[in-house]
């Protein structure tokens, strides 16, 4: 179970819109679940998860998306990432429109075997 310090997330989140409230609590569970003995915290002042000591996962809520960071953009076998790509190692997912939930648990999922190999897909 993902080991949660949730005082500091709740409260990044629940700053936010209902709207975008929703998309960054299922965000939030979706990270828990592919990475289920990770550790939530705050890092570079938006919500993150960590396993083994490393970041695999980072999201955060704006004005008109949420993002999810890092993403292996451009990576082979994540060319349905492209129309969410934004910049390199970002994903953003408009509010408003539902969530491609089997996309980010790849992007996830990727991320943390990178993570368990020291690195990250974006380096």
Known sequence: MTQRHSDDID??????PAETQVMLSRLREIIGECVPDGVETI???IPTVDFGGRHVAHFAGYAHHVALYPAPVGAPGFEDLAPYASGKGTARFPIGEPLPEDLIRRVVRY??????RGKDATG
């Open 43 to 45: 890092s570079y002042a």
């Open 111 to 116: 991320q943390l075997e990178w993570a368990t």
């Open 11 to 16: 409260a990044y989140i629940a700053g936010f």
